[in-house]
């Protein structure tokens, strides 16, 4: 069994800051890539930031510069430091990794956890 759990969310000003964070749990025996997407109302789901297991990372280009991506493998966690937010980065935000398990390779995904920017 495997569990991502997602926290960090809230309500900020436009321009302000957040920090998402995301540890996976369980019977892991390696993870591959960690990410985050997001979901706007009525909009499909969007790569927001990915890190590969081999350190390279990748940003939508609506958060270049802006946002970024971190792990910390000792953790088996992700995190995602949001600068400048703006009213469109509101969005449920979910965690996603590739893990090896005990049991399967596959995708898993976090609750996701709530963004909003707003003044």
């Known amino acids: 069994q495997v569990q991502l759990v997602e926290s960090g969310g809230g309500l900020v000003q436009p321009g302000g800051s957040l920090r998402l964070s995301c540890a996976a749990s369980?019977?892991?025996?390696?993870?591959?890539?960690m990410g985050w997407y997001r979901q706007a109302p009525g909009k499909e789901r969007e790569l927001v930031a990915a890190?590969?297991?081999?350190?390279?990372?990748n940003y939508a280009d609506s958060v270049k510069g802006r946002f970024t991506i971190s792990r910390d493998n000792g953790k088996n966690a992700v995190y995602l430091q949001m600068n400048s937010l703006k009213p469109e980065d509101t969005a449920v935000y979910y965690c996603?990794?590739?893990?090896?398990?005990?049991?399967?390779?596959?995708?898993?995904w976090g609750q996701g956890t709530q963004v909003t920017v707003s003044s």
């Open positions: 890190d590969t297991s081999g350190g390279v990372t």
């Open positions: 996603n990794a590739g893990i090896r398990s005990f049991y399967r390779a596959g995708d898993y």
């Open positions: 369980g019977s892991i025996v390696s993870i591959n890539y």
